[in-house]
């Protein structure tokens, strides 16, 4: 088993950067590939950010390309979205998931995180 513990979220104003931090615990003997999601009410999670599991390779959403940008510590057992340019439309809560190798689907990932909130006002 897997333990993703997010961090990071917060209020913040348009325009504004905040970085989220996942810390994984428990069974982390091997490397998974990570992604970030957001779930805001009333609307299906989506798929945010991808890594794969050296960090070669990452992956986005259109709506975040150039915005945010996905990184991991594998030895510090760390993942890290860094939020840049803010918009009340980013305001959701973010989970970090875990899985055997990126992909856009929530089904994809095994371990998940209880997420953190992120509001962005206007």
């Known amino acids: 088993q897997v333990q993703l513990v997010e961090s990071g979220g917060g209020l913040v104003q348009t325009g504004d950067s905040l970085r989220l931090s996942c810390a994984a615990s428990?069974?982390?003997?091997?490397?998974?590939?990570m992604g970030w999601f957001r779930q805001s009410p009333g609307k299906e999670r989506e798929f945010v950010a991808g890594?794969?599991?050296?960090?070669?390779?990452?992956y986005y959403a259109d709506s975040v390309k150039g915005r945010l940008t996905i990184s991991r510590d594998n030895a510090k057992k760390m993942v890290y979205l860094q939020m840049n340019s803010l918009k009340p439309e980013d305001t959701a809560v973010y989970y970090c998931?875990?899985?055997?190798?990126?992909?856009?689907?929530?089904?994809?990932?095994?371990?998940w995180g209880q997420g953190t909130q992120v509001t962005v006002s206007s």
């Open positions: 998931a875990a899985g055997r190798v990126v992909a856009r689907g929530s089904d994809e990932y095994a371990y």
């Open positions: 428990g069974r982390t003997s091997s490397v998974y590939a």
């Open positions: 890594i794969s599991r050296i960090g070669s390779s990452t």
